[in-house]
């Protein structure tokens, strides 16, 4: 099945700082979405992508599509403490009808 | 707009016991996915119902199964529950070809 490599697994980082992760896979697709988890809920829709070379953003949130449409990244900036939570990100099947998630990055910020 | 809701929020079960967990998918969406996280880690895919079938299911034993009603809501049941069982499960909803989901914000299920 459709594998995402999704990295770094953890992060803890200062209040302030930017953060940046990515998800990879050896298979090509046509959309690119970003979840977060906060604790204890359920994933929420950040952004989502659907052209390669694409380049969204959401506030402070900022994802891209990648031009090899293999690979995808979430970058946020001047993180804040809400930020903690696991980001996910995730891909459509080729019928659209499914997705297929990455394993995720837990964000931990330090006030 | 009401979003997908779950219920029970928590519950806490014994070892070998049965439970039901429901999810009611937002108005519209005819598409239901169940997903098993333990331990804050990754979603692990479990089923998929659409127009009450059956259409995908994830690498989990018999013992976990579901249906989908005819007003799009699903049910997962779980039998026979093991320890490693404990873990947030969640439900999502989506009108279908390349829409993203919502989530429900889950059961907290607890075995012991």
């Known amino acids: 099945g459709q594998q995402l490599n999704q990295s770094p697994q953890s992060m803890f980082i200062q209040e302030g700082e930017d953060v940046s992760m990515n998800c990879t896979s050896s298979s090509i697709f046509n959309t690119w979405l970003w979840y977060k988890q906060d604790p204890g809920e359920g994933p929420v829709l950040l952004i989502a992508?659907?052209?390669?070379?694409e380049l969204t953003s959401n506030g402070r949130l900022t994802a891209q599509f990648g031009t090899t449409r293999k690979d995808s990244f979430l970058n946020i900036s001047a993180s804040i403490p809400s930020d903690v939570g696991i980001y996910f990100c995730a891909v459509h099947n080729n019928a659209g009808n499914m997705l297929t998630f990455g394993g995720g990055t837990r964000l931990m910020v330090k006030p | 707009e009401a979003g997908v809701t779950q219920s029970p929020t928590h519950l806490i079960k014994t070892r070998g016991q049965q439970v039901t967990l429901r999810c009611s998918p937002i108005?519209?969406?005819?598409?239901v996915y169940w997903y098993q996280q333990a331990l804050g880690l990754g979603l692990q895919f479990l089923l998929w119902?659409?127009?009450?079938?059956?259409?995908n299911r994830g690498n989990f034993p018999p013992r976990f199964s579901g249906r989908q009603f005819p007003n799009y809501s699903s049910e997962l049941n779980v039998n026979a529950l093991e320890l490693e069982d404990s873990a947030l499960y969640l439900c999502?909803?989506?009108?279908?070809?390349?829409?993203?989901?919502?989530f429900g914000s889950g059961t907290r299920l607890t075995v012991v």
């Open positions: 992508l659907y052209k390669a070379g």
């Open positions: 999502a909803s989506s009108l279908g070809q390349g829409s993203g989901y919502t």
């Open positions: 108005s519209g969406h005819t598409s």
């Open positions: 119902y659409d127009e009450g079938e059956e259409r």
